[in-house]
């Protein structure tokens, strides 16, 4: 009796196999935990109060790592830089160059330096396509794939085997980092525009709209257009992440993109801050979609075309302080609410002082009030739920085992 073939594997989980990827775990497969995170917050309503949007995060920590303690240890900065040679054509005349951003960053002249060391998240600054060798430093990490990328109006920013290499990079660089939580941001002269155009064919954006700034004049914004609009024709065939990933790149976004994948891969939380990063959580969301589960958004700059990366994701910052900063600065910012609401659900005690009342506990016998109507939606896009008959849950939940 002849044996049937097997139908053939997605073109993309055969390359996260070749990569050595890990699979990603949905978030959501399992209703019952999303139930027991919400009744544990919901026994502390009585006496601590309700905490707003903290607790949407704290749900969706609990489901990141598949518990009902969720707790964030040795939170990691990734910035990974690039040079394109997209940036030739862009008229960038006169501003620091990525070695001099990398430089400054690497030397402490940037605050987001001192805001990670200030909040204890170890910094890595990766060198996956300068364009230019830096001097060594304890934080630096060449990773180089090649010396920038090319020029996406003439020809494909990179090969296919430097794509791979640099998805590669990136899962060996969170295999060696410590810690649950990954906070990603790329960096580089041109990055911004090829992101932009990563983006606008992934997420089938308007290009306009991913790049117009309000400080920009009509006449910078139209050659810039000009530029950007040539290497969307030169590329019209380009339709899959790695294909779109070749035409414009950069090694950047193919090393976070990597690094994303492998992140989620071992249920550590994603925090995507910048164009960029977007446009890597693009990639990696065509390749392996489960990983935008594991992402949470910040913001560091003001420039709309960010709106427009969200977007993709139907997601908003955690935070937003009008930040007009580097990549990054925005997510070391955001970590302590992250922190905090990981706090909320591992650290806070169960056990009320005898001087305060115990809060009632919720079943299915007892009416209980509209949460639902209270909880609102989390800005990053965590599913409603209703939450109005739960029965009661503590930390050891029967039948599945907890992690």
């Given amino acids: 009796m002849a044996v049937p073939e097997l139908p053939p594997r997605p073109a993309s989980a055969q390359r996260r196999r070749a990569a050595g ?20 917050l919901r026994r502390r309503h009585g006496v601590t109060g309700y905490h707003g949007e903290l607790e949407a995060v704290a749900i969706r920590l609990g489901l990141i790592q598949n518990t009902v303690k969720p707790r964030l240890r040795s939170p990691q900065l990734l910035v990974v830089a690039g040079d394109h040679g997209l940036a030739v054509d862009l008229g960038r005349n006169g501003l620091p160059g990525s070695g001099e951003q ?36 304890p934080a630096l990490l060449s990773r180089k794939i090649a010396y920038g990328s090319h020029n996406a109006r003439l ?18 660089i969170v295999d060696g980092l410590p810690g649950n939580l990954l906070a990603c941001a790329g960096m580089g002269v041109g990055s911004l525009e090829s992101a932009s155009l990563i983006l606008s064919e992934l997420g089938r954006l308007p290009l306009r709209e991913l790049l117009i700034d309000p400080h920009m004049t009509a006449d910078r914004l139209s050659r810039l257009l000009v530029v950007m609009q040539s290497a969307q024709k030169r590329h019209l065939g380009a339709r899959g992440p790695i294909e779109v990933l070749c035409a414009y790149g950069g090694h950047e976004i193919a090393v976070l993109a990597g690094a ?35 992402a949470f958004f910040a913001r560091s700059s003001p420039h709309p075309g960010l709106d427009q990366a969200f977007s993709v994701f139907h997601a908003n910052a955690l935070l937003e302080l009008d930040l007009d900063a580097p990549d990054g600065t925005g997510a070391v910012l955001a970590w302590p609410m992250l922190s905090a609401a990981a706090a909320l659900l591992g650290e806070v005690s169960e056990t009320v002082p005898g001087w305060i009342p115990e809060p009632p506990l919720i079943t299915d016998e007892i009416s209980a009030p509209p949460a639902a109507d209270r909880l609102p939606r989390l800005r990053s896009s965590l599913p409603p739920a209703d939450l109005r008959q739960l029965p009661t849950v503590s930390d050891t939940v029967d039948p599945p085992a907890l992690a």
């Avoid at 430089?103 to 170890?122: C, D, E, I, K």
């Avoid at 994603?270 to 589960?293: E, M, S, T």
Wanted: hydrophobic letters at 55%; charged letters at 15%; one cysteine or more.
């Fill in 260 to 294: 994303m994948i492998a992140a989620a891969g071992q249920r550590r939380t994603l925090l995507v801050d910048g164009v960029p990063a977007c446009a890597a959580l693009a990639i990696a969301a065509r390749l392996a979609p489960a990983v935008v589960d594991y």
């Fill in 21 to 40: 990827f890990a699979p990603i775990a949905p978030i959501h497969s399992q209703p019952w935990l999303r139930d027991a995170l919400q009744a544990k």
């Fill in 155 to 172: 020809g494909q920013a990179m090969n296919a085997a430097q794509a791979e290499a640099g998805l590669r990079a990136g899962l060996e």
């Fill in 102 to 137: 990398v430089s400054h960053l690497l030397g402490g002249r940037v605050p987001m330096t001192a805001f990670a060391f200030q909040q204890r998240l170890g910094l890595t600054v990766v060198d996956a396509g300068l364009a230019e060798d830096l001097p060594p430093n």
